[in-house]
């Protein structure tokens, strides 16, 4: 890969890339891209010119965009995943941590993989032409997280009601036929009924549970809304805030039911399809 700057030498580009991966290790379940970058910062400071803004944009510091631009070769060598904005280590990462120690030799290694990667893949132009198309795929990251942040921002701002009926929505949207909205107030554990067809004479029940606002949902929550599938129900759990690993293992592994579990992400993608 190209450097950004001389500046951003072998071994700084290992630590940066080791200080990354070391923080995404202590959480399992992932960071948002954020507040791994905010996270880095502490742990692997900016260099004083890696503090400064870019010339001719000022308030867009360097630090980030180069933490960036690294996290590719960290993508495609399958050491980290870039998911909804959430970025995690893989399993294969772990392991390269523990193997190359030493930052120089960690960013060699991460290069060479993202070479043998490139290597195989349709040609785009020359070297310059290359890195332009990853500085811009950077750029849609970027805006793609930040168009991420403001609907989440926005809907832990709604009306928990109003919420239930942009879930609905989606349903409807996905083809389904939304027989039931609960109203405020108690609802027994259910938010939504839907159906595959418009009487309900066909195919599975659906049952949905929305949790717009709180912590990840755990274990417990989930196998309190799994105990209301019947034989022939389906059941979605919608939170906002995302899953515990354990409930999310728990669901995964349900062989006598249907359980599906949608975070921000996942209804992200939806809403952008239907």
Do not use: C
């Amino acid at each position: 890969m190209a450097d950004t700057s001389e500046n951003v030498n072998l071994s700084r580009r290992g630590q940066l890339r080791q200080g990354l991966l070391s923080l995404l290790a202590e959480h399992p379940d992932g960071l948002q891209a954020r507040d791994a970058l905010a996270a880095l910062a502490k742990r692997v400071p900016p260099t004083d010119w890696e503090s400064q803004d870019y010339p001719k944009r000022p308030g867009d510091r360097r630090y980030e965009k180069i933490v960036r631009f690294r996290t590719i070769a960290l993508v495609k060598a399958g050491w980290m995943t870039k998911t909804g904005g959430v970025w995690a280590i893989t399993a294969v990462g772990e392991k390269a941590l523990k193997a190359f120690p030493n930052p120089s030799a960690f960013s060699k290694e991460v290069e060479r993989l993202y070479d043998d990667w490139a290597s195989a893949q349709p040609k785009v132009g020359p070297a310059a032409e290359s890195e332009l198309v990853e500085s811009g795929s950077v750029a849609l990251e970027e805006a793609e997280e930040q168009a991420r942040v403001q609907i989440d921002a926005y809907l832990h701002k709604m009306n928990p009601y109003d919420f239930q009926q942009l879930v609905a929505g989606l349903l409807e949207g996905m083809g389904y036929h939304v027989a039931w909205v609960s109203p405020p107030g108690a609802d027994g554990g259910v938010d939504i009924l839907a159906y595959t067809d418009p009487l309900g004479t066909q195919g599975p029940r659906i049952k949905v549970q929305v949790k717009r606002t709180g912590d990840k949902v755990d274990l417990d929550k989930v196998k309190s809304f799994t105990a209301n599938l019947g034989p022939s129900d389906v059941g979605i759990y919608v939170a906002l805030a995302g899953f515990t690993k354990t409930a999310d293992d728990y669901a995964r592994q349900l062989e006598s039911k249907r359980m599906t579990l949608l975070d921000l992400g996942d209804r992200f993608d939806l809403w952008v399809e239907h």
